[in-house]
């Protein structure tokens, strides 16, 4: 077992991954790990622009995890009643260029409502991403959505390239979605 | 009316609306677990507030270095609440407050500015 360990970070070293939260996710663990991402940003002297992208993303990732995510590998457990879904989420640095990538589970029926959002904006301008972004803030509130339904659209508009993201066959309930995003 | 005082948090601005002084401000960070519910007796205070003014000047200072997706939603919110104030006749101006190296809270104050057609909206580099 500590070997695996040992080759876990040294998969993630070579990726240039710096922190790599995996487990039970919540607004306790998003706000502890988001401020040692600060620091150590801080330490880096990454400029201010670049810091507060990193960190949006970072705050964006894992709320869409803990609002949006089942908690488990089973189907027995109910997907309303989740408290600390289980999620995963990386920073690395390599090239110069932070990457971000999240994951974590989520129901089958999740996925074509998601995917076809995500292919409708992955690839909008800029301007376009600027522009749709107050046109939805100034509508209501989905009562779909837990959030303001933005934080998608804020991913997309802090990152440098377009986003790219997966869905991975978990079984006949379940599948793994992932994203990544690169500042 | 009392003053709304709130002291900042890990995850939330420090919020000192006065009342006397006619001087509201919103100032450090916003990323709160629940956003509505964490700004609901905000706008509970500030309802009461603008229903008790008449014309006395109000200034509204915002000085937020980070604030989430859904927290960006409230400030909308907020503004146009303040807009339609001001449709009925109230004083009230706004200071979006940005350090000049935090390019993207310049950015994000120039959409409310562009989104706000009666508030009064300054940006000011600080």
Redesign the interface.
């Given at each position: 077992m500590i070997g695996t360990l040992y080759q876990y970070t040294c998969q993630f070293a070579q990726e240039g991954i710096f922190l790599c939260y995996s487990g039970p996710t919540s607004?306790e663990v998003l706000?502890s790990t988001g401020?040692t991402l600060k620091q150590f940003l801080e330490e880096n002297r990454v400029?201010?622009?670049r810091y507060?992208?990193i960190?949006?993303v970072y705050?964006?990732m894992f709320?869409n995890i803990i609002r949006y995510g089942v908690d488990c590998f089973g189907k027995d457990l109910c997907v309303e009643q989740c408290r600390c879904p289980y999620g995963i989420i990386t920073v690395g640095l390599f090239n110069d260029q932070f990457t971000l990538k999240c994951g974590n589970i989520i129901a089958l029926e999740q996925k074509n409502k998601l995917k076809q959002y995500l292919n409708s904006i992955q690839s909008m301008s800029p301007q376009i991403i600027?522009d749709y972004?107050?046109e939805k803030?100034?509508q209501n509130?989905d009562p779909e959505c837990k959030?303001?339904g933005?934080?998608l659209?804020?991913i997309i508009r802090?990152s440098n390239q377009p986003i790219t993201f997966s869905f991975d066959y978990i079984d006949d309930y379940f599948l793994f979605f992932s994203m990544t995003a690169v500042i | 009316m009392k003053n709304l005082q709130i002291p900042k948090t890990?995850?939330t601005p420090e919020i000192f609306f006065n009342c006397s002084a006619n001087e509201l401000s919103i100032k450090g960070e916003s990323?709160p677990?629940n956003?509505s519910e964490y700004y609901a007796p905000v706008f509970d205070w500030l309802e009461k507030y603008l229903e008790n003014i008449t014309d006395q000047e109000v200034v509204v200072n915002v000085e937020l270095?980070?604030f989430?997706?859904?927290s960006?939603?409230?400030l909308?919110d907020l503004f146009d609440m303040l807009e339609e104030s001001v449709q009925n006749g109230k004083q009230i101006s706004v200071n979006w407050r940005y350090?000049e190296?935090?390019?993207?809270?310049a950015?994000y104050g120039e959409?409310f500015m562009?989104?706000l057609e009666h508030l009064p909206f300054h940006l000011v580099e600080i």
């Open positions: 607004h706000v401020n400029d201010k622009k507060y992208c960190f949006s705050v964006e709320e600027r972004y107050r803030r100034k509130v959030g303001a933005l934080g659209l804020e802090k | 890990k995850t990323f677990e956003t270095i980070y989430n997706s859904s960006s939603k409230v909308m350090d190296d935090n390019e993207m809270a950015e959409d562009e989104d």
